[in-house]
């Protein structure tokens, strides 16, 4: 991989910039651009709806960045000799309107929100007072406005973490409570348990849930959880009505996106091996691609979808990022 062939440092795009003798903004680190992302075992990705951006997070701690059709990641700065920042084994990332996204830590239950000119603005504890019996092990995030939603698969809780840092469980096993900049203020039951909550998103004023250990879709508002039934709705094609005639429509959902006009879920099921495209609104299930579009498609970790309805895996194939187009085309992008 050519792998020095800009450097970003604080928005400039030219090398001289980050070699320029600065010492106090080169020690922050640059984005080194890259002619390929380097991926391994990627479990995380974002993409913006017009595609120009994309954000892809790897076992390996690295985080890559495409924009403008280049790609960048985290590196050394010419003249440094220390490596930048590196999350320990990143899983889930999400973009904010204004550009930034929140990368998870799987390892420690940080969130770190980065800047696609600057890089890591702040890291935020999901469990800043260390009352959790098991450290948070964020799967995905996904923001609601100024609000970064968690799914974590250690405790089984969807946490809520507000714009001033403070982190809420919203839904899941055992209690809610409020931790971080003020004191514990009590316990109120959750109306029902969650089971490994494998993805999370916004659909409206819900926060849709994928399942894996419940094999369902719930879905939560003001602190109830509902199950989104799939059972009357209609399966698009001979081939996945057939399949449906016989089976459920989800098994152990692995990964759920919302589509950029709120219309449509698409939804990794890692037992059927198949992305399913739910139209919430017209009641209508199809695939995208599975065992009747391209064949089975088995290891999604996490997917994201454009406005223009092409979906974008990862976890399928080491090293790879998929694009599969509303026709099943299936295509490596990075």
């Known amino acids: 991989m050519n792998r020095v062939v800009g450097c970003v440092l604080l928005g400039l795009v030219t090398l ?94 940080t969130i770190w929100l980065i800047s696609p000119e600057e890089g890591v603005v702040v890291t935020l504890p999901l469990d800043p007072a260390g009352e959790r019996t098991r450290t948070p092990t964020p799967h995905d995030v996904e923001w609601n406005n100024e609000t970064l939603l968690v ?22 096993r055992d209690s809610v409570f409020d931790v971080g900049p003020q004191p514990r203020t009590g316990l109120v039951p959750t109306t029902s348990d969650i089971a490994f909550p494998s993805g999370i998103d916004v659909l409206g004023d819900e926060v849709v849930i994928a399942e894996m250990d419940a094999g369902r879709l719930a879905l939560l508002a003001d602190g109830t959880l509902r199950t989104l039934n799939l059972t009357e709705f209609e399966a698009i094609g001979d081939c996945l009505r057939d399949r449906l005639d016989e089976d459920v429509p989800i098994e152990k959902p692995s990964a759920v996106e919302t589509t950029n006009d709120g219309k449509a879920l698409v939804v990794a099921d890692s037992r059927i091996g198949s992305i399913l495209w739910i139209g919430v609104e017209e009641s209508s299930i199809r695939e995208v691609a599975g065992p009747c579009v391209g064949g089975e498609i088995f290891g999604v970790q996490d997917l994201d979808v454009d406005s223009a309805g092409n979906v974008y895996v990862v976890g399928t194939e080491p090293g790879h990022l998929l694009r599969i187009t509303p026709d099943g085309t299936r295509t490596t992008v990075g």
């Open 151 to 172: 799914a974590d698969v250690a405790n089984s809780h969807v946490l809520s973490v507000s714009p001033d840092g403070s982190v809420r469980v919203e839904a899941g």
């Open 16 to 109: 001289a910039a980050c070699g320029s003798g600065s010492s106090s903004a080169a020690a922050e680190g640059c984005w080194v651009q890259v002619s390929s992302p380097d991926l391994r075992f990627p479990n995380g990705v974002a993409v913006s709806p017009d595609a120009s951006e994309k954000w892809v997070v790897d076992q390996s701690g690295l985080i890559f960045h495409e924009r403008g059709g280049q790609w960048f990641e985290p590196g050394v700065c010419p003249g440094e000799t220390e490596t930048w920042w590196q999350v320990e084994i990143p899983f889930g990332v999400a973009i904010r309107d204004d550009g930034i996204a929140a990368v998870s830590s799987a390892v420690d239950g």
